[in-house]
């Protein structure tokens, strides 16, 4: 993605100071949801806007910092956050971080976005709490399970406006050339590492990649043909897991959208996933979907996928799948809803 022009549609002459208050960021904690928030406060930044991000959690940097253009202030640094409420034209908050900005958003008169990363109750009830000026959903299906609350709870109160921003990844940064090994990015139970342990012990002569997550217990098989990869840099996935990768897995009991598949599709790596409402949406027509129980299935479809003429149909679609899933318009939209609320 090029950088949004500050003269783009609904933009602002007047730099805004964006704050946002989340548990954890890059480059020492690399999940999908602080991911998605760091590619959507880029083009913030690009836009001529200054970006700050407060952490809530104490982590190992004790000074200040910038990553891709955003200033990073740890909870180590002692600097008061309430100050930079009061300085901020626009507050933004996700996950365990929303309770706590929404009452400083409602005692200094800031307009709040809160970011949906799932569909759990909780999340919902925080974005209703009350005083959210923009709720972001990062699917059509969690816009609807909102809508389901919504309806579910009448007292609730709505945000006052909400915005559909899938989970933007600039294609070019992850594009290589696939690999050899079948993958798992974050090899915790909900995300399927007895999967692939299965899937290693019945494939003996097949290379597995178990790449170590950001959160959870991590199912590592000692076994030979498994290369357990330690916690990888967003910005080094491509060289160190997708360049790697024939085929990622996401046998995921649960995801939203599934960030690291649309990642994969950037270099037309086939991905084989359990049909979540997430990824069934997030994939589309290019996923190859098995219920994460058919441990015969997903070996089956390994198997498949062997076969030169298979594997390039699949590649294909994936690629096809990339490039339909462009971020520029979600971001635009998104920079004109930021600057709209600071009017």
Not at 186 to 196: A, Q, R, S, T
């Amino acid at each position: 993605m090029g950088a949004v022009p500050a003269s783009a549609p609904g933009g602002t002459a007047k730099p805004l100071k964006v704050v946002a208050r989340v548990h954890a960021m890059p480059p020492e904690h690399n999940a999908g949801a602080e991911h998605m928030l760091v590619s959507m406060l880029r083009p913030l930044v690009e836009r001529g806007h200054d970006v700050q991000v407060w952490l809530s959690r104490y982590g190992k940097a004790h000074q200040e910092y910038e990553y891709r253009g955003i200033k990073v202030v740890p909870l180590e640094s002692r600097l008061d956050f309430p100050s930079a409420v009061r300085h901020a034209d626009v507050l933004l908050a996700h996950l365990e971080t929303v309770p706590s900005t929404a009452s400083l958003a409602r005692g200094y008169g800031k307009p709040l976005i809160v970011v949906c990363h799932n569909t759990h109750r909780p999340t919902f009830r925080d974005a209703a709490a009350g005083g959210t000026a923009l709720a972001v959903y990062n699917s059509r299906w969690m816009e609807r399970e909102a809508e389901v609350f919504f309806a579910e709870y009448p007292k609730a109160i709505r945000p006052a406006k909400s915005l559909i921003v899938r989970p933007p990844v600039f294609a070019g940064e992850y594009s290589t050339k696939p690999g050899k090994a079948i993958t798992l990015i974050n090899c915790n139970p909900e995300k399927g590492g007895k999967v692939l342990k299965a899937l290693a012990e019945r494939m003996p002569d097949q290379q597995f990649l178990a790449v170590k997550g950001a959160y959870g217990e991590q199912i590592l098989p000692d076994l030979p043909n498994v290369e357990v990869v330690e916690h990888v840099r967003g910005e080094d996935m491509r060289e160190q897991v997708y360049a790697r990768t024939r085929v990622l897995l996401m046998p995921s009991s649960y995801e939203s959208w599934g960030r690291a598949g649309v990642e994969a599709m950037a270099s037309g790596i086939p991905v084989l996933a359990h049909p979540t409402p997430g990824l069934c949406e997030s994939l589309g027509e290019a996923g190859i979907f098995v219920d994460r129980q058919d441990v015969d299935g997903y070996e089956a479809v390994l198997r498949k996928l062997q076969a030169p003429a298979e594997y390039r149909l699949a590649s294909k679609r994936a690629k096809a799948r990339s490039v339909e899933l462009d971020p520029s318009a979600d971001l635009a939209a998104w920079c004109s809803a930021v600057e709209s609320l600071a009017r």
